[in-house]
C-alpha cells in the first residue's frame, strides 16, 4: 500500500469521501475523530465501498499530549488532511469560545507535533473568507474580508496561523483548499452528508422536505441582483472536492509546490442559484418540492463563484460531476438513510 496519510474529522461528511478517494489513489487512509458530529458506522460504510475498513483512532486532538503521542509514535504518515473542525454558522455565533478552541487548538497541538519534521499538510478553508467578492469569479488574489461569524473568522485565522507558520519552518509544506458549497454523496449512496437536527444548508433541507421530514423549504429571497432574484452559489460535488484533496497530497509529493505555502481555490467555476437547483433537483429526481419565497437570511452572500484557473493548472485536477449529479446522488443518500437510519 502507498503512504499513510492521516485523515482528521475522516468520518464527517467530506473526510468520509476523501478516505474513499486517498484509498482508490493507492494511499493508506488513517483516521483520527472524536465522532463529536460523526458516526462511527460511517467506518462500516467505507469499508463496504473500498473493502476494508481504515485505521480508526477515536480522540480529540485538542488534547496536546494525546495529540504529540499519537503523531511521536506513527513516522510512517507521511501526510495530514485536517477536516476535523466545529462549522455551523449559527452555532459559532452562540458559541464563539468554544468554536476557538476547538478549531485552533487542534490545528496548533498537529502543526507542533511536527516542529522539526518533514510533513505535507491540507487545510480545510472555505470561500467564506471572501465574504461578498467585488469581483466573480472570485481569485486566490481577492482580499479577504471581515468574517461575518466566528467561524469565518476561525478558517481565515487558521489561514494565517499556517502562513506564518510555513514562511519560517520549511519543514512544513502546506496547501490550503477554500471550498465553494460541497455538496452530493457518493454513487453507492453508503456514505454522505448527516446533519443532526434541523439542517441549516440548502440540499440536505431540499432532500428531507423531499423525502417528507420537512413539510416546506423556503427559498431565502427572490429579489437579488441574479438572474432569478435567488442567491447563487458555486456547488461542488463531494467526490470531487475529496478528489481535490488526493490531488494536493500529490503535488506536495512530488515535490510541485511553488511554496510551502499555498491556496487553491476548490469549486466547478459555474454559478447556480436556489431556483435552478430546486429546478435540477426536480428534474433529475422525478420528486416535486413544496418550496415557497420568504424573506432574505440575515448575513446571505449574494453570489459567489470561483475561479478555478489556479487550481486546474496546478493540481491537474477540474470538477467533473454536475448539478444533476450531485441532486441525485444526495436523493439516493437521503433515500438510504431513510431506510438505514444512522
Ligand atoms: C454556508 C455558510 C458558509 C459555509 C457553508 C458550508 C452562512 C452565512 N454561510 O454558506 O460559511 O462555509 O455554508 O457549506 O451560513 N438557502 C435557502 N433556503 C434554505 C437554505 C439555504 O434558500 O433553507 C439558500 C441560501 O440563502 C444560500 C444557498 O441556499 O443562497 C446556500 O445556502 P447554504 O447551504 O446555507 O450555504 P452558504 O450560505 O453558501
Known amino acids: 500500500m502507498g503512504n499513510k496519510i492521516l485523515v482528521t474529522g475522516g468520518t464527517g461528511f467530506i473526510g468520509s469521501h476523501t478516505v474513499v478517494e486517498l484509498y482508490n489513489a493507492g494511499y493508506t487512509p488513517v483516521i483520527v475523530d472524536d465522532l463529536s458530529n460523526s458516526s462511527i458506522k460511517i467506518l462500516d460504510q467505507i469499508e463496504k465501498i473500498i473493502g476494508n475498513k481504515p485505521e480508526f483512532h477515536q480522540f480529540d486532538l485538542c488534547d496536546e499530549a494525546k495529540t504529540a503521542d499519537f503523531i511521536n509514535s506513527n513516522p510512517d504518515i507521511k501526510g495530514i488532511i485536517h477536516f476535523a473542525a ?200 422525478g420528486e416535486k418540492l413544496n418550496y415557497t419565497i420568504g424573506p432574505r437570511r440575515a448575513g446571505d452572500i449574494e453570489k459567489v463563484y470561483g475561479d478555478v484557473t489556479k487550481s486546474a493548472e496546478a493540481l491537474g485536477w477540474r470538477a467533473e460531476l454536475n448539478v444533476d449529479d450531485m441532486m441525485k446522488s444526495a436523493w439516493e443518500w437521503e433515500k438510504y438513510i431513510n431506510e438505514n437510519p444512522f
Not at 186 to 214: C, D, M, W, Y
Open 86 to 285: 466545529f462549522k455551523a454558522v449559527g452555532e459559532s455565533v452562540q458559541k464563539p469560545l468554544e468554536y476557538y478552541r476547538n478549531n485552533f487548538f487542534s490545528l496548533i497541538n498537529l502543526l507542533t507535533s511536527y516542529k522539526g519534521k518533514n510533513i505535507n499538510f491540507v487545510f480545510s478553508s472555505s470561500c467564506t473568507v471572501y465574504g461578498q467578492p467585488d469581483v466573480l469569479p472570485v481569485t486566490e488574489e481577492a482580499p479577504v474580508k471581515k468574517a461575518e461569524s466566528p467561524y469565518g473568522n476561525t478558517k481565515q485565522i487558521a489561514e494565517e496561523i499556517l502562513a506564518e507558520t510555513a514562511a519560517v519552518s520549511k519543514n512544513y509544506n502546506i496547501v490550503a483548499l477554500r471550498y465553494f458549497n460541497p455538496v452530493g454523496a457518493h454513487k453507492s449512496a453508503l456514505i454522505g452528508e448527516l446533519p443532526i437536527g434541523i439542517p441549516q444548508n440548502l440540499i440536505p433541507f431540499v432532500t428531507q422536505t423531499a423525502i417528507g421530514k420537512r413539510e416546506k423549504i423556503t427559498v431565502f429571497g427572490d429579489d437579488y441582483n441574479t438572474p432569478d432574484g435567488s442567491c447563487v452559489r458555486d456547488y461542488i460535488h463531494v467526490v470531487d472536492l475529496a478528489k481535490a484533496h488526493v490531488a494536493a497530497i500529490k503535488r506536495m509529493e512530488e515535490g510541485k509546490s511553488s511554496d510551502n505555502y499555498e491556496v487553491f481555490n476548490i469549486g466547478t467555476g459555474k454559478g447556480t442559484t436556489v431556483l435552478e437547483i430546486i429546478n435540477a433537483f426536480e428534474k433529475s429526481t
